[in-house]
């Protein structure tokens, strides 16, 4: 990909004074972030205090209003669509949301057709069939190593329904997903979510193993573990003011 380079996989990420205005007052303000690439960032903060909003900015899905920020070397708001091309997001209620009934084989087989599609270039489309099924093979079967997700474990193997898995199952398959477009940065939200003591520890090995391995990662969350770098948001919003603060922000990300 042309472009600004880090010298890492991983994309550094870096904001000041950054902030977003909508319609109905400021989703975030203020906020500043110096992370490497690699890096493993939570955004801490209560539900309804511009969390989502933050994450979905530094990934390039929302246009800030105030202050600088740049990710993997390129500029937001200036540079949104470069940032969407090296970023990815695990889950994100109401923006990546799994379909239920269709199976883990179902899903990660449509990621990575859509991967070959949009990230390759035009010499790779044009490579033997059997060479572009292998390279789709790998991607998947790294992207399943790096998210710890073993087929073989699940009720029904490969054919698994996603309503039927653990809630830690599929926060597993959702960044598999996206690991399968090898972004440098990672966007997950609401990390902690329904999780015990010992899956939030789980989850929070899993996110740490995807940065060392080069993998920038942004996490929102409630409670943020030792040794792990944190951002804290707040707004001064009403609950039905960030209600729709929030639906209006899922819309504007899901077009992105």
């Not at 909003?53 to 202050?67: D, F, H, I």
């Not at 937001?76 to 209620?93: D, E, T």
């Not at 598999?176 to 997950?188: C, E, K, Q, T």
Request: glycine share 10%; with cysteine.
């Amino acid at each position: 990909m042309d472009g600004p380079t880090d010298g890492a996989r991983g994309a550094a990420v870096t904001a000041e004074g950054f902030g977003l205005k909508g319609p109905r007052g400021w989703a975030f303000r203020g906020v500043g972030v110096d992370a490497g690439p690699g890096s493993l960032i939570a955004v801490k903060g209560p539900s309804g205090t511009g969390r989502t909003c933050l994450l979905l900015a530094l990934t390039g899905r929302m246009r800030p209003t105030e202050g600088e920020a740049a990710v993997g070397g390129f500029r937001l708001p200036k540079q949104l669509a470069a940032v969407r091309r090296i970023s990815a997001l695990g889950p994100v209620p109401g923006v990546t949301d799994l379909d239920p009934a269709l199976t883990v084989a179902e899903h990660l087989r449509e990621r990575a057709l859509l991967a070959r599609r949009f990230d390759g270039s035009l010499r790779d489309l044009l490579r033997p069939r059997a060479e572009r099924a292998a390279e789709a093979r790998l991607r998947v079967d790294t992207a399943l190593a790096a998210a710890g997700l073993d087929m073989e474990s699940l009720p029904k193997g490969r054919r698994t329904s996603v309503r039927d898995l653990e809630r830690l199952e599929v926060l597993r398959l959702s960044v598999a997903l996206a690991l399968i477009g090898r972004p440098r940065l990672l966007g997950v939200d609401d990390l902690d979510l329904k999780l015990s003591d010992a899956e939030r520890a789980e989850a929070w090995a899993l996110l740490r193993s995807i940065a060392d391995s080069g993998t920038t990662v942004v996490a929102v969350c409630s409670e943020v573990p030792d040794g792990v770098d944190a951002v804290s948001v707040s707004t001064t919003r009403t609950p039905e003011n960030d209600d729709k603060e929030t639906a209006d922000a899922l819309a504007e990300a899901r077009l992105a």
